[in-house]
């Protein structure tokens, strides 16, 4: 037990004074002679193995793995009695601790151990390094929580393309791992580090999830956007159709007879699809039209709290796509309509790199400095259909929406 306690000691220290090979390599032993153990334990292990597993969700892979492989032993120990098996357990979940607080750094000591380990042992060395990358992508996402997505968050992670890929993966397949917004940041962390020859697979994993049965819907339509970031656009391609006729037959019929709830929440799911997936030209024309159409229909006061909230919301991410588009001109006026309708995220918008380029016009500073200091009133900034029109680039004659009968690439 002295033994152990100083095994552990050393591994956690490493975890902030830098790695050396000898103490991870007695942490790394040591787990294994416990897994081995174990596992030599059959069935009898299975019960406090579970149990650890559900007190020990950071380790819920190698202990789930070892828990199959104790299940399956046909000459377990029968000298062992539950009391010894429980401190088996606890041994083994105080290694695996302590080998995880270390973090990634010790990855190259795992596979090293992998290469040489038995069929059962690399399985649960495996499972060990993939949960440690699991909590590291955990880390990676949590800066981002309730801030937005932007291409590029995660490149600090690039060369270790493969592990955390298959790390975000996994919290974008596990329910149970977070809320529906951590499982959609950890699908940002697939889209961007995929490598090349995992694509495949990493697709036939996202269908899986696409296609299942009691998945939520929001979830299916992130893991169909994610699907159309690996390589195939099936999917979002007939979502859009749908849409874009339903646009396209609304449009034909004089106002008097429009569903404009149906019209509009069309015209919402396709910008929201095509700014996900990265379209953002034909985002930016979809955008002008339903604004556009928002615009001549309401007014800030004649709308619900909630109304004018996602109203703001829908001008800031178009302002987003345009400062992209490097379209400034058009940006700073729809993001001072956000501005206007209630969007107050002015130290994110401050340094929201998809607002890069508006934030280079001298006009952004004093924009911000106004709002923030509420020189203006909400609901000041009113919608002038020429105005919006000129800076849209689009006539009074020509402004509906080209993309409802352009086929997606």
């Not at 950890?186 to 299942?212: D, H, M, N, W, Y």
């Not at 939520?216 to 956007?225: F, L, P």
Request: proline letters at 3%; aromatic letters at 8%.
């Amino acid at each position: 037990m002295k033994r152990r306690f100083l095994i552990m000691a050393c591994l956690l220290s490493l975890s902030d004074l830098g790695v050396a090979q000898q103490p991870l390599e007695l942490g790394i032993k040591s787990f294994l002679r416990q897994s081995d153990l174990l596992r030599s334990c059959g069935k009898r292990a299975d019960v406090a193995l579970g149990k650890k597993r559900r007190e020990n969700p950071e380790l819920a892979l190698p202990l789930l793995v070892l828990r199959r492989q104790a299940i399956k032993v046909t000459e377990a120990r029968k000298d062992v009695t539950a009391e010894k098996v429980g401190a088996l357990c606890q041994a083994l979940v105080d290694d695996g601790l302590a080998l995880l607080k270390v973090g990634t750094k010790i990855s190259p000591f795992l596979d090293s151990r992998i290469e040489k380990a038995s069929t059962d042992n690399r399985a649960v060395l495996e499972a060990l390094d993939r949960s440690i990358y699991i909590q590291e992508a955990k880390r990676a996402i949590k800066p981002f929580l309730g801030r937005g997505t932007y291409r590029g968050m995660f490149q600090a992670h690039a060369e270790e393309a493969s592990k955390m890929t298959k790390a975000f993966l996994f919290i974008f397949s596990d329910r149970s791992s977070g809320s529906a917004m951590t499982r959609a940041y950890a699908a940002e962390g697939v889209a961007e580090l995929c490598p090349q020859s995992e694509l495949a697979k990493t697709r036939e994993a996202v269908s899986a999830i696409f296609t299942a049965k009691d998945e939520s819907s929001a979830m299916k339509d992130t893991a169909m956007i994610l699907l159309a970031r690996l390589g195939d656009r099936s999917h979002v391609n007939r979502a859009l159709l749908i849409h874009r006729n339903i646009v396209a037959k609304q449009l034909k019929l004089p106002h008097e007879k429009r569903s404009y709830p149906t019209l509009l929440f069309s015209y919402e799911y396709m910008s929201d699809i095509l700014q996900r997936v990265g379209d953002l030209k034909t985002v930016a024309e979809i955008n002008a039209d339903y604004l556009g159409l928002v615009f001549s229909l309401v007014n800030y006061k004649n709308q619900s709290p909630e109304a004018r909230s996602n109203i703001a919301a829908k001008c800031y991410d178009f302002a987003c796509v345009l400062s992209q588009l490097g379209r400034v001109e058009f940006g700073l006026y729809i993001l001072e309509t956000s501005f206007s309708w209630g969007f107050s995220a002015f130290d994110w918008a401050n340094e929201d790199k998809e607002l890069k380029r508006l934030r280079q016009d001298p006009r952004y500073g004093a924009l911000v400095k106004k709002w923030r200091s509420r020189k203006a009133e909400l609901g000041s900034f009113v919608f002038d259909g020429p105005t919006f029109l000129a800076k849209a680039g689009r006539t009074a004659s020509g402004n509906t929406s080209r993309p409802t009968s352009r086929k997606s690439k």
